[in-house]
């Protein structure tokens, strides 16, 4: 009985903390970019391309390190329908995100990609650095190194 009532807490715990990703429209991506009041990273990612997968772990470590700067950072999956919720979610649990993730429900990259950015061509990884306080923005889209990464933070953070 102790081992099953120790099983059910941890699976009600683990189902706590584990993350939902939530479907979300392009508006509701740029108006999450237009209310931000800090620094804001948006990573656009999907579960079948490896050069996201493999920047993905160090944007979550190096964003961690400024998070007394007010960095904030959110996962955006590019994943085809087919792919949402399941394996988008299983992903994010296998890479243990701890900042939002969300999944961008549109199908036009013609008319969503001129929203973050006009010279993105739908390419991924993709990253759009913003910080409204200063007029910041930046947008990169191909992997970015760690280095390169810290020091578009640091960028963001205090311009030139």
Not at 77 to 105: F, G, H, Q, T
Not at 140 to 149: H, N
């Amino acid at each position: 009985m102790k081992t099953f009532l120790l099983l059910v807490f941890l699976f009600f715990a683990t189902a706590v903390h584990a993350q939902q990703v939530r479907s979300v429209k392009i508006t509701d991506l740029e108006n999450t970019i237009k209310e931000s009041k800090g620094p804001l990273i948006v990573n656009f990612w999907a579960t079948f391309c490896v050069p996201c997968l493999q920047e993905i772990p160090y944007f979550q470590e190096i964003t961690e390190q400024y998070k007394s700067k007010d960095v904030s950072l959110v996962f955006v999956s590019l994943d085809m329908k087919e792919a949402y919720p399941v394996k988008v979610n299983d992903m994010a649990k296998k890479l243990k995100l701890v900042y939002p993730v969300v999944w961008l429900n549109e199908t036009n990259a013609d008319y969503f990609c001129p929203k973050i950015d006009t010279t993105w061509t739908g390419g991924m990884p993709s990253s759009f650095f913003v910080n409204n306080a200063t007029g910041y923005h930046k947008f990169f889209e191909r992997p970015l190194s760690k280095e390169e990464l810290e020091k578009e933070i640091e960028s963001m953070i205090e311009p030139k």
